[in-house]
């Protein structure tokens, strides 16, 4: 390693099934929610609208995140379209901040942090599942007052 290479990791060193174990753990009732997950993301469905949370790990950008997904077998498609007329009622009650959203991922939300440190694990997944909740909350409030996104 050169110095210049210092601190610079690949997320393939990122031992991901060990983080998805300890998000598990710390939050079971994900499972009964889950539409699908992969070693980088874990999907949970929002039925009634036919939709998906996908809350991620991106170790090698330092950050974790939350936005409004794509699934087929669960009817979560053409998301980002569907839900761009509620984008801004919907941001407006999420209150978040420009530098906590991330271009091109529609309406979403990232914390920076560094994936790496598994110390950091236990707030991490904790985070998800909280910012995921606040998404979903949003969506049922904004829908519920002004029709379904899947009509």
Known sequence: ???FDFGVRRASEFRQRGFWTLF???HPEERALMARCGPWFWQRGLPD???VLSMYVAPAQNHVGVFFGRNEKFGATEAWSRLK???PAIEDRLKLRPEQSCEGLGINSLWRVNCFAEDNWPAMADWLVTEASRFERAVAEI???GGEAGS
């Open 1 to 3: 390693m050169s110095e």
């Open 24 to 26: 598990l753990e710390r």
């Open 49 to 51: 609208f036919a939709l």
């Open 85 to 87: 007329p509620f984008q």
């Open 143 to 145: 829908l519920g007052e």
